[in-house]
Every structure is written in C-alpha cells, then in structure tokens.
C-alpha cells in the first residue's frame, strides 16, 4: 500500500492543523494505521493508533489534544491536532500494518511547525 501525507504547516502556539493520510492500495480497512513523528536526532515515536475496529491509543503527550480517525469509504486516516504546542513540531510519518500477512508501510512524512 502506498500512503500519501498532507496538512502539515506552520501554526502558532494553541492553534489546530488536521493531517489526512490516503492509502492507495487494498485491505486498507483491515489495516491498523497510525501517526508517527521524528525531530532530528531522536526517535520516531508513535503519536496515536487506530485499530481497524476503531480501538484507538495515544501518546501520554498528546491526550486530550489530539484526535485520531479513519474513513474506510476515503480509505484515509486523519490526525486532529488541537492545542498545538511548540514541542509538537516534528515531522509526521504515516504508518499501515496489515496483519496478515503482516507488512508495515510509511508514507512520505509532513512537517508541523508549532511558533511560540
């Protein structure tokens, strides 16, 4: 499968930006899909999940301001970005695991500027 990113920007601190992910390919509905984000010289960590049952998980960091979810129909995954703070920037990857057979996709990532 292959995913496409958007919505990534600059914004000030305590505004919103919502990242749309598109899949291209099948299965999509099956997938779990999830938001990561990487800053320059540290990790990619996960940011919010979402299972294909809808079961959702996110980051102790984000609770409360982030909302993840899913269009099956679209075959698109969005992250809704509230409250943004400036330790929110990074750039934001998208992720797809298939079960099974088990496979894990990334899209091409989308930068989040958060200005103090």
């Known amino acids: 499968v292959q995913l496409q990113a958007s919505g990534g920007g600059l914004v000030q601190a305590g505004g919103s930006l919502r990242l749309s992910c598109v899949a291209i390919?099948?299965?999509?509905?099956?997938?779990?899909m999830g938001w990561h984000r990487q800053t320059p010289g540290k990790q990619r960590e996960l940011v919010a999940r979402?299972?294909?049952?809808?079961?959702?998980n996110y980051a102790d960091s984000v609770k409360g301001r982030f909302t993840i979810s899913r269009d099956n129909a679209k075959n698109t995954v969005y992250l809704q970005m509230n409250n943004l703070k400036p330790e929110d920037t990074a750039v934001y990857y998208c992720?797809?695991?298939?079960?099974?057979?088990?496979?894990?996709?990334w899209g091409q990532g989308t930068l989040v500027t958060v200005s103090s």
């Open positions: 992720n797809a695991v298939r079960p099974v057979p088990w496979s894990s996709n």
């Open positions: 390919g099948s299965s999509f509905s099956a997938n779990v």
């Open positions: 979402i299972t294909s049952g809808g079961a959702t």
